[in-house]
């Protein structure tokens, strides 16, 4: 890419601020940050920046909006929806909050945990459970995602059933706007109501309204046991029933339930070493159930050990197991977290994140699947997970033995409008968890309701006038006005 002369003043300026751990143009530098998680979308950037405090995030913003030029904020670059990942045409900085990953204080009397934005969600859970309390929100990336991306992208996971999404558990924010300006929402308050929330507002906004800097976060008393099932069972209706069944069984102790077809396990065998099958025999379909129990409350694997062994006899679940330590636990739960490796191991598929209502999800599943599957002959379908939120991961394999990468580039398009049209048709969301970024724009600026989308863009034009805030993300640009 040619740098005009005022791009090269802005970034001599910005290398002046940053210093050489800060500031990097260095080709090999910048590689992993040009291209998802999935190594679908490939951008380009003029340089890494990496801020070491707000201050300097500050200074980024303001000088960038004097030189009209797009930020791009990167955390762990683990979306799902090339979300991080900088455009494939002009200009654009890579703003990573990767250095600041200061836990700034955890108060178990509060309940909040105040962390920089770039602290991983491992990290945080690790410092929210050295002092007796835990961060109930947890998914596979936790290694590498950060407090910065999950609130932006309004992240979900394997809680949500009992503890509610990202928004649930921000209880403030720090963020630099987009003209430079820091708004401190950072108190922590139980209750605001000093109008328009902010802090809701920029979680989820995926980086086009400004940059996170820090993050008060809502926290919960550490558990006292924990027991993990596995049950083999012939439908997704069938695994609905249970999760209502294990419910009413385990006193509302249920905070996990993930949907694991056969397909899904199969992958993770083949693809994860250290990983065995968890029941005996094969079954077209599973759920991972977690059940938790506070300090001194009776341990909840008897509870659901009983149920499950009733289910069995009633004839609606195949065959259980429940973890009998925590080796035992952690290795169920690898199974269910392992599957996006397993699929990206495997090859390319259209990835989607759908919704719909959740009694609904079973036969969602079911009609969407012979409906892709007739449509577009010889493509496999693997749908999984959060069946309790009615969120499925609606996913697409190219046909075996089709190259992947050519398959998705000529008929992903094709197959993503298919599944969103089925998905919108069933009144349901195209984004349950994992957000717009680059890969649903279109899809999205097709079906969202246009006073969504109206309402959407005046408050990007409100807030990022020159809309230089991850630009190409979410917002779909409004449509040319007609000829005259
Ligand atoms: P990035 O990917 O770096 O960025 C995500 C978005 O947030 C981008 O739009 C970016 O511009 C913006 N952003 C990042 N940091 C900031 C900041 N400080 N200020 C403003 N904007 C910012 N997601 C789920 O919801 N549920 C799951 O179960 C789940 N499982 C996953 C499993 C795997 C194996 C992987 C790879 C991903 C998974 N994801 C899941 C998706 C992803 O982990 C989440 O979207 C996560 O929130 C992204 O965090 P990140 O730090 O990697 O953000
Ligand atoms: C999960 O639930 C993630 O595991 C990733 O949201 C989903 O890889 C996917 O499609
Ligand atoms: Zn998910």
Redesign the pocket.
Same mark, same amino acid.
Not at 155 to 158: E, H, Q, R, V, Y
């Given at each position: 890419m040619t740098i005009d002369h005022e791009d090269a003043a802005l970034l001599a300026g910005l290398e002046a601020l940053l210093g050489p751990r800060g500031f990097t143009r260095d080709p090999d530098d910048l590689a992993p940050w040009l291209v998802d998680?999935r190594g679908r979308v490939r951008g380009q950037a003029l340089a890494l920046l990496s801020p070491a405090d707000a201050g300097q995030v500050a200074a980024i913003v303001r000088a960038a909006a004097t030189a009209r030029m797009p930020l791009?904020?990167? !955390?762990?670059? %683990?979306?799902?929806v090339a !979300?991080?990942t900088p455009p494939a045409h002009g200009r654009a900085l890579i703003v990573s @909050?990767r250095r600041m990953r200061a836990i700034l204080g955890v108060s178990p009397e509060d309940g909040v945990a105040i962390v920089e =934005?770039g602290v991983t969600l491992s990290a945080l859970h690790e410092a929210a459970e050295a002092v007796g309390m835990r961060f109930p929100l947890s @998914?596979? =990336?936790k290694g %590498?995602? %950060?407090i910065?991306? @999950?609130i932006? %992208?309004n992240?979900?996971?394997?809680q949500v059933l009992r503890f509610g999404p990202m928004r649930a558990l921000v209880l403030g924010v720090e963020a630099v706007l987009p003209d430079g300006a820091r708004f401190d929402g950072l108190s922590a308050l139980r209750k605001d109501n000093r109008g328009y929330d902010l802090r809701q507002l920029l979680g989820g906004a995926?980086?086009t309204l400004?940059?996170?800097t820090a993050a008060a976060l809502r926290l919960v008393p550490a558990i006292g046991a924990r027991a993990v099932g596995w049950a083999g069972l012939e439908t997704p209706q069938a695994a609905l029933g249970l999760l209502r069944r294990l419910e009413a069984a385990t006193g509302a102790a249920v905070e996990s339930f993930e949907l694991v077809p056969e397909v899904a396990l199969d992958l993770v065998l083949r693809h994860i070493p250290g990983t065995r099958a968890p029941l005996a025999g094969r079954h077209r379909w599973n759920v991972l159930v977690e059940a938790t129990a506070p300090t001194g409350a009776p341990d909840p694997a008897g509870a659901l050990g009983a149920a499950l062994a009733q289910a069995i006899d009633d004839g609606l679940v195949a065959d259980a197991t429940v973890s009998a330590s925590e080796a035992q636990a952690e290795a169920l739960w690898k199974l269910r977290e392992s599957i996006?490796?397993a699929e990206r191991a495997d090859g390319m598929a259209a990835k989607h994140d759908v919704a719909v209502p959740v009694s609904a999800m079973p036969g969602f599943i079911e009609s969407a699947r012979q409906a892709v599957e007739a449509r577009f002959p010889t493509t496999r379908v693997i749908a999984f997970g959060h069946l309790g939120d009615g969120n499925v991961h609606f996913n697409v394999r190219a046909p075996m033995g089709e190259d992947g990468r050519a398959w998705l580039a000529r008929e992903g398009a094709g197959v993503s409008a298919f599944v969103h049209d089925l998905t919108v048709a069933a009144g349901g969301s195209i984004s349950a968890?994992?957000?717009i970024?680059q890969t649903k724009l279109a899809d999205y600026a097709r079906l969202a309701d246009p006073a969504r989308l109206a309402a959407q863009r005046a408050i990007k034009a409100a807030l990022d006038p020159l809309g230089l805030m991850?630009p190409g993300?979410l917002v779909p640009l409004a449509p040319e006005p007609p000829a005259p």
């Open positions: 998680w791009v904020p990167q !955390g762990g670059n %683990t979306s799902m !979300g991080a @909050l =934005a @998914l596979a =990336a %590498t995602a %950060t910065g991306g @999950l932006s %992208t992240a979900g996971g394997t995926e980086g400004g940059i996170i996006s490796e968890e994992h957000g970024g991850n993300k």
